[in-house]
């Protein structure tokens, strides 16, 4: 059974949301790492993205871009491939067919959007800082530069840490109250009074709620339990050097 999910019945374009199956990768980047700026092997980590392409698009020849992600609210247009030129961002949009967008993740949120009717989609990285600093709503409104009109946009969350295996501080949790004290419930009680347990799906999911898009699918997948997934947390638990990173992405069709 592949481990590779999309959601046809939610977005028409061309987009998955990759596991870590099918790669060429070895060691403890073993399948799909799609993360140029982890420290395998470059060569892999380009077959793999061209694997990637011809899972989403159907050719390996297919542009696949994607950014220098920093856990930030910044947000690029794509008019064109860079290559490995990647700017500095956590999302990105087009309105251009052709080119797929990449967002590569390792326990982070990714998600997917589409305006069907005015032909514009967007992927974006959505850890905890950047879902509180705004990166959904900017994404929104970005799509709304390109045509798109907000209440004809649907979105996809992907693969990321659950609830269960995310373990914060109580000062984690103070940053968001601090913003909203409505976001104390996604916070629950950890293992003792100084931890708590952060469902960051939930909160991605309240934050497109926010942007007022018009519909909202979660894959509910963890992550940090599913071996077939990269996991950053996963991998610090066990010591291991590095990580890999799964890519979920999108395009037009030409």
Same mark, same amino acid.
């Given at each position: 059974?592949?481990?590779? $999910?999309?959601?046809?019945? $939610?977005?028409?374009?061309?987009?998955?949301? !990759?596991?870590?199956?099918?790669?060429?990768?070895?060691?403890?980047?073993?399948?799909?790492?799609?993360?140029?700026?982890? @420290?395998?092997?470059?060569?892999?980590?380009? #077959? *793999?993205?061209?694997?990637?392409?011809? !899972?989403?698009?159907?050719?390996?020849?297919?542009?696949?871009?994607?950014?220098?992600?920093?856990?930030?609210?910044?947000?690029?247009?794509?008019?064109?491939?860079?290559?490995?030129?990647?700017?500095?961002?956590?999302?990105?949009? =087009?309105?251009?067919?052709?080119?797929? $967008?990449?967002? !590569?993740?390792?326990?982070? =949120?990714?998600?997917?959007? #589409?305006?069907?009717?005015?032909?514009?989609?967007?992927?974006?990285?959505?850890?905890? @800082?950047?879902?509180?600093?705004?990166?959904?709503? *900017?994404?929104?409104?970005?799509? %709304?530069?390109?045509?798109?009109?907000?209440? *004809?946009?649907?979105?996809?969350?992907?693969?990321?840490?659950?609830?269960?295996?995310?373990?914060?501080?109580?000062?984690?949790?103070?940053?968001?109250?601090?913003?909203?004290?409505?976001?104390?419930?996604?916070?629950?009680?950890?293992?003792?009074? &100084?931890?708590?347990?952060?469902?960051?799906?939930?909160?991605?999911?309240?934050?497109?709620?926010?942007?007022?898009?018009?519909?909202?699918?979660?894959?509910?997948?963890?992550?940090?339990?599913? %071996?077939?997934?990269?996991?950053?947390?996963?991998?610090?638990?066990?010591?291991?050097? &590095?990580?890999?990173?799964? $890519?979920?992405?999108?395009?037009?069709?030409?």
């Amino acid at each position: 059974m592949t481990l590779h $999910l999309n959601f046809p019945d $939610l977005i028409s374009a061309p987009h998955g949301f !990759l596991s870590r199956q099918g790669g060429v990768s070895t060691g403890i980047y073993d399948g799909l790492n799609c993360g140029p700026g982890s @420290k395998d092997d470059p060569d892999n980590v380009r #077959e *793999n993205r061209r694997i990637a392409a011809s !899972l989403i698009a159907g050719r390996r020849d297919t542009p696949l871009v994607s950014a220098y992600q920093i856990h930030s609210d910044d947000v690029v247009v794509v008019s064109s491939d860079w290559g490995e030129d990647r700017p500095k961002a956590d999302a990105m949009v =087009t309105n251009r067919p052709g080119i797929i $967008l990449g967002i !590569l993740t390792a326990d982070c =949120t990714p998600i997917l959007f #589409e305006d069907r009717s005015a032909g514009v989609v967007a992927a974006a990285h959505a850890g905890w @800082k950047g879902a509180l600093s705004g990166v959904i709503e *900017n994404t929104v409104t970005a799509m %709304e530069t390109c045509g798109a009109d907000r209440a *004809n946009i649907v979105a996809a969350i992907g693969p990321t840490i659950q609830q269960a295996s995310y373990e914060v501080g109580s000062d984690f949790e103070a940053r968001f109250v601090d913003v909203d004290p409505y976001f104390a419930g996604f916070f629950m009680p950890g293992q003792d009074a &100084d931890h708590r347990q952060f469902n960051l799906p939930a909160f991605v999911e309240h934050q497109l709620g926010a942007a007022n898009v018009a519909k909202v699918v979660n894959s509910g997948i963890d992550t940090y339990a599913s %071996e077939d997934h990269f996991s950053y947390r996963r991998t610090t638990h066990r010591g291991e050097a &590095d990580y890999g990173r799964q $890519l979920s992405g999108i395009m037009l069709a030409r």
